[in-house]
Each structure stands twice: as structure tokens, then as C-alpha cells.
């Protein structure tokens, strides 16, 4: 009678074993195939982090449905010696294999790099680094470097034409050298053999389109503005006439909250100061945005030679093809100056 006992205790030893190993099965087939995202988010990791800094991120950022799933099927998958730093984004519905998936092979999400409106290089810098994980000092010292300048193909005055503002899409983790390449690759791309021949139409590099499109887009901010001042500057080159553009002055101050310029000013020593250098200034005064070299590469035909902000401080420009003309219009710009007190 002995053998049948034991027989029934070896059945029921292994029909336990089995129902414990199929609950275990269907446990870690839940780790691994379960959603474990509760809602659409990202983290960001930073170069040489930990699985444990990895992992704490995403606890504080409430991603994880299963905690224990993350680790465990992180651990089988050797992710902690494969952590990859860059920017992740997780969708809700993705499962914990997909996860470590994604973090594993280093599938981080692109960010949208979007600068306009900027003027100095510390502005750009400051603006992409918001983006990307350089900081911005380390990002200047790099576009302020002369050898790096030089490698691209221009100098320290005209450097500012190679970054054409738009938005662009980059990895977190982008250096500045892939930063700086990338940017010269689109602005190559940018300057396509059409809009070479209108440049060379009007007798101009683009760089020298550029400067003027960075001038233009300072004097009006109206759009439909663009291409008569445009012409205006273009007029006054062709006839070896000073520029005299205000906005060049601001750039070489460095200041460019001034409302009024005076005799002071124009008297500093700068290459920008276009009231006593002929010609155009060695390069762009900001970044100018694609509109406004559209504009001065498709310049309105006129025979404007003058303009002088409106003395209604509504953005928009009187113009004139006489110096009389003009001066009568600067009268009524300074007399609207001196009546709102803007001194400066």
C-alpha cells in the first residue's frame, strides 16, 4: 500500500509545482507583454546615469502602471549596462518589453529646435541649448571658436548668415559640432541654384543678400514692408551711396533698445557704422529670417532712396526719392519723438 501513497503524493507534488510555475509563467508573460505606461510621457537621461536614476525618473514622472515588471524585465535584458543618454517618450499602451526596447537601442525622440527672432550669437546659443543638452557657454565658446568658423567657410562677421531661422529637428543629445554641421548643411540646401541666380541678378553674394535681409527685417516689421525697403537699400548701393542704416548703428552699440539714434552715436568706431563706411557692413546684424531674404532677393523696383519711420509709431515707413522729401518727413518724426518725451 505503500507505493499508491507515494504515487498520489508525487501527483499532487507536481500538479502543485505545475499550477505554481503557470501562475509564475503568467506572471512574467504579464511583465513582459502588459501595458505599463499610464499616460503619454518622457524623461530625459543624462549622460553616464545609472539604471537606478533611469528608474527613479520614470517613477517620479508616474509613467510606470508595474514598477517590478520595469525592473525585472530591465534586468533580464541587460538594459542597466546599456544605459544610452537622450530624451525617451513613452505612449500610453506600450508594454514594459517595448519600454526597454526602445531605451535599450538608444530610440530617443527628436525635439523641435525652432530660433528666430535673435540677433547676437549668445542669443542663439542660449536659444538651442533650452533644446539640446549642451549648455549654453559650452555651445558658444563652440560658435565663437575661429577654427570652427573658418572650417564652415566664412569669418567672424559673417558667420551669422550660415544659421537660417526655422524649426529644425535634433536629438537631445546633439554636440555642438553636429549642431553647427547640420545648420551649414541646411543652409546649402537653403541657397538653391534659383535663388543664386536672383542674387547674382542684383550684383550680390548671398552673404551680402543675407546682410541686407538683416537690416531690412530691423527697420520695418511689416512683411508687406520687406521688399520696398529692400529696394530702397539696393537703390543706395548701386549708387555708391551710404547706407545709413540705423539698425547697423544698434548692432554696433550692442544695443538695440534705443528708439532715437544721435550724433553720439554715430561717430563709434565699428564697421557696422554704415554713416561713415561706404558699402555694406562685413555681415548680417541678426539672423534673418527666410522672409526677409525673400524679400531682398525679389526687392521691389522703385526709385526710393529715403524712408523715415511714420510719425504715427504704427510700424510702417514714409518714403522718399528726394533728400528734401525726406528731411520733411524726418521733421515730422522727430517733432512726434520730442512730443511722447523718447529721449533715447
Not at 569669418?155 to 545648420?183: C, G, I, L
Not at 509709431?313 to 528726394?322: E, R, S, V
Request: proline share 4%; with cysteine.
Amino acid at each position: 500500500m505503500l507505493f499508491p501513497k507515494l504515487n498520489k503524493a508525487i501527483i499532487v507534488f507536481f500538479a502543485i509545482a505545475f499550477v505554481v510555475a503557470g501562475l509564475r509563467g503568467y506572471q512574467l508573460f504579464q511583465y513582459i507583454f502588459s501595458e505599463n505606461v499610464k499616460s503619454d510621457g518622457g524623461i530625459t537621461i543624462p549622460r553616464k546615469a545609472t539604471f537606478k536614476q533611469v528608474f527613479d525618473t520614470l517613477k517620479a514622472k508616474d509613467i510606470l502602471i508595474n514598477e517590478k515588471a520595469f525592473k525585472w524585465v530591465a534586468k533580464r535584458k541587460d538594459y542597466p549596462k546599456f544605459i544610452k543618454p537622450g530624451k525617451y517618450v513613452f505612449y500610453e499602451g506600450m508594454n514594459t518589453n517595448q519600454m526597454v526596447n526602445m531605451l535599450k537601442a538608444g530610440n530617443q525622440q527628436a525635439v523641435s529646435v525652432t530660433f528666430n527672432n535673435l540677433r547676437f550669437m549668445e542669443d542663439l546659443a542660449g536659444k538651442v541649448a533650452s533644446y539640446i543638452e549642451p549648455d549654453s557657454t559650452t555651445l558658444l565658446s563652440y560658435l565663437t571658436d575661429e577654427n570652427v568658423i573658418k572650417e564652415m567657410g566664412f569669418d567672424k562677421h559673417s558667420f551669422h548668415a550660415m544659421f537660417v531661422p526655422n524649426t529644425y529637428e535634433f536629438y537631445w543629445t546633439t554636440t555642438p559640432k553636429q549642431f553647427t554641421d547640420r545648420m551649414k548643411a541646411e543652409y546649402d540646401r537653403f541657397w538653391t541654384a534659383d535663388r543664386k541666380k536672383k542674387a547674382e541678378d542684383l550684383g550680390l553674394t548671398p552673404i551680402e543678400i543675407s546682410t541686407i535681409a538683416s537690416i531690412v527685417q530691423e527697420e520695418t516689421i511689416k512683411k508687406e514692408e520687406k521688399p520696398r525697403v529692400a529696394g530702397l537699400y539696393i537703390n543706395r548701393i548701386k549708387r555708391g551711396m551710404l547706407l545709413q542704416a540705423d539698425p547697423a548703428i544698434k548692432f554696433a552699440i550692442g544695443d538695440f533698445s534705443i528708439k532715437r539714434i544721435l550724433n553720439k552715436h554715430l561717430e563709434i568706431d565699428s564697421p557696422y557704422n554704415t554713416y561713415k563706411n561706404a558699402g555694406l557692413p562685413p555681415g548680417p546684424i541678426n539672423f534673418p529670417e527666410i522672409s526677409s531674404i525673400e524679400a531682398v532677393l525679389n526687392a521691389e523696383k522703385h526709385s526710393y532712396l529715403y524712408m523715415c519711420a511714420s510719425d504715427q509709431f504704427d510700424g510702417t515707413h514714409n518714403f522718399a526719392k528726394t533728400l528734401r522729401e525726406h528731411n520733411s518727413n524726418a521733421r515730422k518724426y522727430h517733432r512726434a519723438l520730442n512730443k511722447n518725451k523718447i529721449w533715447r
